[in-house]
Structures are given as structure tokens and as C-alpha cells.
Nanobody, 116 residues
Framework: QVQLVESGGGLVQAGGSLRLSCAASVSIFSINAMGWYRQPPGQQRELVAGITRGGSTNYADSVKGRFTISRDNAKKTVYLQMNSLKPDDTAVYYC??????????WGQGTQVAVSS
């Protein structure tokens, strides 16, 4: 069982930055997929960014060039650096990890609110 704890959310003005962190309760050296999802108010959850054990990354078109995902295996943590934030980025952000290609474990979420 993997427990994930997100942090770093909050309220920020449009154009600002936030860095989300997700700390795992176990070593992540053997975890392949690590990602961030978000769920805006009244909408479905969507993938924001993902990173594999080999370092390959993928991003939603809406965040390309603004968000960067990274992982620190030694710290058992995955990060999401969010720059040039927009009101449309307002959502609950969830961390997810999986040993294979999919995501098996989820965090509780952290709220990000971007004011215009």
C-alpha cells in the first residue's frame, strides 16, 4: 500500500506560481508512473502531467510550457511546478502513482485557486 500526501496548494493571483509536492510513504525507485491530475469545480478529473521512472514526461495541452513535472527518488517525492497560472487552472490537484503503466494509488488532493 502506498500513501501519498500532497502539499503546496493555495490561493494565487493570475500570472503567479505554485509548486505542488507529493510525498510517498514508500520508496519510489520501482514506481513507474507518477502523475498529477486535477478536477475543476463541476468537471471531471483530468490528467495534467505524468512522468515515468525513465524520466519521460507528458502534459495536457492546456499546461504545456507552463507546468513542469519532476521526481526526486531519494526524497520519494514528485513535484509539479506551475507557472503563469490562470483562473482556469483552479481545481483540486491529485497526485497518483503506479508500478505499471496506470495509476493505482491516489492522494487526497490539494486545492489550487487562481484569482483574476
Amino acid at each position: 500500500q502506498v500513501q501519498l500526501v500532497e502539499s503546496g496548494g493555495g490561493l494565487v493571483q493570475a500570472g503567479g506560481s505554485l509548486r505542488l509536492s507529493c510525498a510517498a510513504s514508500v520508496s519510489i525507485f520501482s514506481i513507474n508512473a507518477m502523475g498529477w491530475y486535477r478536477q475543476p469545480p463541476g468537471q471531471q478529473r483530468e490528467l495534467v502531467a505524468g512522468i515515468t521512472r525513465g524520466g519521460s514526461t507528458n502534459y495536457a495541452d492546456s499546461v504545456k510550457g507552463r507546468f513542469t513535472i519532476s521526481r526526486d527518488n531519494a526524497k520519494k517525492t514528485v513535484y509539479l511546478q506551475m507557472n503563469s497560472l490562470k483562473p482556469d487552472d483552479t481545481a483540486v490537484y491529485y497526485c497518483a502513482v503506479g508500478y505499471g503503466l496506470g495509476y493505482d494509488y491516489w492522494g487526497q488532493g490539494t486545492q489550487v485557486a487562481v484569482s483574476s
